[in-house]
């Protein structure tokens, strides 16, 4: 098992509202971070903060993966947690729209993580942390695309979790579902349907440090109803859209898609 206390940790998508929690947790508990996103002044800042280091590094292009892995060579624990809300309907989305929430929530990470094995291999230990979403189990309408890369996320992190067990990498899933207060949820300012219920950035924080200390295989981080819910739709699928329709998926997810246009 890999400890935080004074393990050099990468966090992706550190500007963002969960990615700015996790760096923050994993710094009081005496992790030594290096956060990275495109917006640099967010990072540099916080950087600052916690006595870490900051790298900028734009996920979505061809060479974005290998050049941030290049500036950063080594560590000893990898928070892949960038992502991208790629929300509206299949029919409504541009090609290019879907190759992008591809390279940047799925390609991507599966890339970083290949490129900082081998050192982790080398020095028998590290864990790798996947942020997935409890849209890694559930698909509503307006979530297709988000849903492949996060359903993908977490298939890759349990195949890498059965291969990587008996060489003392840990692999982990974080899934989230709605998160109040920051992050691309509540940047969209919408109101959720009755009873649906959230969760808070820090309880997300607390969830990636419990998989890593614990070297846990998934941490949902949600009300119970929606943790139901999204085992629901994988045993009745058909079933689950018949009640996600009548509880109003529809409104909410073109509300969510409007809200969410600009994150790209
Ligand atoms: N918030 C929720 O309710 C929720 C629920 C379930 C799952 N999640 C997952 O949690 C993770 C964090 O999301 P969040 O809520 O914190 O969203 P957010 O506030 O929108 O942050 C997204 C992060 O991803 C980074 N990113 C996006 N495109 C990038 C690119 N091309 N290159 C490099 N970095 C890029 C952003 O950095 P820059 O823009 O600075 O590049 C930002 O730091 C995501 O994987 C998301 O799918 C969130």
């Known amino acids: 098992m890999t400890s935080i206390n004074n393990s050099k940790v990468l966090v992706t998508g550190a500007s963002g509202g969960l990615g700015q929690a996790i760096s923050k947790k994993i710094a ?12 640099t002044e967010i990072i540099e800042k916080l950087a600052k903060e916690l006595d870490g ?24 624990i990898l928070i892949l947690n960038a992502g991208l809300p790629a929300t509206g309907t299949f029919q409504d989305m541009s090609l290019e729209d879907m190759k992008k929430a591809l390279q940047v929530n799925l390609y991507a990470p599966m890339e970083l993580a290949k490129l900082f094995l081998p050192s ?16 890694g189990k559930a698909a509503v309408t307006g979530s297709s695309v988000y849903s492949a890369t996060k359903f993908g996320l977490r298939g890759l992190a349990f195949g890498m979790r059965a291969d990587l067990y008996d060489k003392n990498i840990g692999v982990s899933v974080v899934s989230p579902g709605f998160i109040r207060e920051a992050g691309m949820f509540a940047d969209a300012k919408i109101d959720l349907p009755k009873g649906a219920g959230t969760r808070s950035p820090e309880d997300v924080a607390t969830a990636v440090a419990s998989v890593i200390e614990k070297n846990l295989a998934e941490v949902d981080v949600a009300p119970v109803t929606l943790k139901i819910g999204a085992k629901l739709s994988l045993i009745a699928p058909e079933f689950s859209r018949k009640v996600t329709k009548i509880m109003g998926a ?10 969410q246009k600009d994150k790209k």
């Open 28 to 39: 009081t508990l005496n992790g030594k971070v290096i956060l990275t996103s495109r917006r």
């Open 120 to 135: 982790m291999l080398e020095n028998k230990s590290g864990h790798i942390v996947f942020v997935s979403s409890l849209s």
């Open 250 to 259: 529809e409104s909410t997810a073109q509300k969510l898609a409007a809200g």
């Open 53 to 76: 280091e900051f790298v900028s590094a734009d996920l979505s292009t061809p060479s974005g993966p290998k050049d941030l892995f290049e500036k950063v060579k080594e560590v000893d």
